[in-house]
């Protein structure tokens, strides 16, 4: 984003879910002996034609699964940066980039089908659909996992990496990066830099991909195709942030095909994308310090801290950048980077999405306020680091520039907040180099519908707050939203019992019979007053 450089690299700013696989499936597929829905990717596949002298134990893996007319691959699923695995299936789904013309270059995306631990899976298949835009469903599944443990007790779970993200067609600038990486953090780059960099990226892209086809309707019939593919079954659509736009227009556009509706960091379809980042971002500032004042610790260590980051933004905005030494906490090397207000303000936003970083924000605000910048940067480069190797930025560029940019105007009303306009001007005038679609007729028209359907919400969401969530319910004849107290963006879904929530929803599709009184146990985590924690 226009946070820093390395997110600058990606050329991105950030912002920013069953018709049959029933008895009958079942049988049909182990009559066949294709699979062991008890699979596991990760211990030694069987041998057909080895008649083994040991005793008889559990059943070995299976190397192939056949759902549909496809057959999938065992694999394991691996997030950047983790060590965490999940054993699945995997496949290459071959589509048209141009869905108007067949002829068209052809592209593969990445599926996984992640089995049920049930031998009789329920018929309907739950589908992750990632947020971003332009992170990989694949890739971020990993940290959800726990978030569909119960649902994957009765469920299969279909993993689609959109065109554009992952292993589906990345939209990369590999050549841009390395300049950039080379080039080394200076300073905040102007609009006009990055605007150039985002002509040069679009130019890298255009070698082997047309940016115009990765927009959110073009995922929408990759996945309708998938659907057919893996034999037309009806859809769990479980949305995170920018996936909850996705589910919202697959759902339009295939309703028959969709049996529930998860929402996480609900996206409306009435947002244009960037427009309300700085007010949204004020907004939870501020809760986070009402929650520090009414903490007698924190009140005592940072007294009003959320006026002294305005006034380090302020001394910031006035001077020079602050070029700050600190240890890089993936190579423990000392890095040096400049610190602008800009830089500030992207870092407080980056900070507020997750209820732990928010934690340690108070503390890391009034360190740099003594001349300490140290703590703040080196939570910003890890935070950063995973962001901008997670995130596609020319897909994420083909999304908002066919679907909000038209729609940006420039907000003079935000310019005394955090973020100020410059994002809104920014993305105005990168849109303008990188070749984009056109927006979908009624693409932004309130999504209404009677399929049961739970949005979930963090309670100082700094990007998609409750308040978004409200206005979806508005269309909705069979919903209900669901808001945790303290925490940030999209992380509601692995919180607490929540999980147990989404199987109850998910399982009996009666939305206001849920019983949610465990998630009244969840609340913030206490400001860290020093570095040992929320106690004096």
């Known amino acids: 984003m226009k946070m820093n450089s390395r997110m600058i690299m990606r050329i991105a700013a950030v912002v920013i ?19 062991d829905t008890h699979g596991d990717a990760t211990s030694a596949p069987a041998s057909a034609s080895t008649v083994s002298t040991k005793p008889v134990g559990k059943p070995a893996p299976p190397k192939t699964l056949k759902m549909g007319k496809l057959t999938l691959t065992a694999c ?11 054993a699945a299936f995997c496949a290459k789904f071959p589509v048209p980039e141009n869905r108007a013309d067949p002829e068209s270059r052809s592209i593969n995306l990445k599926l996984a089908i992640l089995k049920s631990d049930s031998a009789v899976p329920a018929q309907d298949l739950v589908v992750y659909l990632a947020g971003g835009p332009g992170q990989s469903a694949i890739q971020t599944y990993p940290d959800l996992a726990p978030a569909f443990a119960p649902l994957r007790k009765h469920h299969d779970v279909l993993l689609l990496d959109q065109r554009g993200t992952g292993d589906s067609h990345p939209l990369k600038c590999p050549a841009l990066e390395k300049l950039l990486k080379n080039q080394g953090d200076t300073a905040q780059p102007s609009i006009e830099q990055r605007v150039q960099w985002v002509g040069q990226c679009a130019q890298e892209v255009g070698k082997t991909a047309d940016p115009r086809y990765y927009a959110t309707s073009d995922a929408i019939a990759d996945l309708e ?7 037309a079954p009806k859809l769990d659509l479980v949305g995170v942030s920018y996936g909850t736009r996705v589910a919202q227009q697959y759902a339009a556009a295939h309703p028959d095909a969709v049996r529930s509706i998860v929402l996480d960091g609900v996206v409306p379809n009435s947002l244009v994308l960037g427009e309300t980042f700085a007010t949204t ?55 040096s980077k400049a610190l602008t207000a800009d830089t500030l303000a992207g ?34 480069q890890l935070l950063t680091g995973d ?43 990168e849109c303008k180099v990188w070749p984009h679609g056109a927006m979908p007729k009624d693409f932004h028209a309130p999504f209404k519908s009677s399929i049961p359907t739970l949005l979930v919400s963090g309670e100082r969401d700094p990007v998609t707050p409750p308040a978004f969530a409200d206005e979806v319910m508005k269309g909705l004849s069979n919903a209900r939203s669901l808001v945790v107290k303290g ?18 929803f998910v399982a009996n599709l009666q939305p206001k019979q849920l019983k949610t009184q465990c998630l009244d146990r969840i609340g913030p985590i206490p400001a860290f007053v020093n570095f040992n924690g929320a106690a004096p």
């Not at 018709?19 to 049988?27: K, P, S, T």
């Not at 394991?76 to 999940?86: C, N």
């Not at 890391?364 to 306020?369: D, Q």
């Open 487 to 504: 925490l940030g963006h999209a992380e509601a879904i692995n919180a607490g019992c929540m999980p147990d929530v989404l199987d109850d």
């Open 387 to 429: 962001l901008s190797e997670s995130i596609e930025g020319g897909m994420q560029m083909s999304v908002i520039c066919t679907e909000d940019a038209s729609l940006l105007t420039p907000r003079p009303q935000d310019e005394d907040l955090l973020l100020g306009d410059e994002l809104i001007k920014a993305f105005i005038a």
């Open 17 to 35: 879910l069953v018709v049959a696989f029933g008895l009958q499936w079942w049988g049909r597929q182990h009559r066949a002996g294709d699979a």
């Open 347 to 380: 870092v407080v936003r980056l900070f507020s999405y997750s209820e732990v970083t928010a934690a340690l924000l108070p503390l890391a605000v009034n360190e740099a306020a003594h001349g300490n910048y140290a703590p703040l940067m080196g939570q910003a």
């Open 76 to 86: 394991e699923l691996k997030r950047p940066h983790s060590a965490a695995t999940v």
């Open 281 to 335: 971002l004020q907004h939870s500032l501020k809760l986070q310090a009402q929650a520090c004042d009414k903490a007698p610790a924190c009140k005592q260590a940072f007294g009003d801290w959320y006026a002294t980051l305005h006034q380090l933004y302020a001394k910031l905005k006035a001077g020079q950048p602050q070029q700050v030494t600190f240890e890089d906490p993936y190579s423990y090397k000392p890095v």
């Open 225 to 231: 195709a998938v659907r057919e593919a893996l034999g």
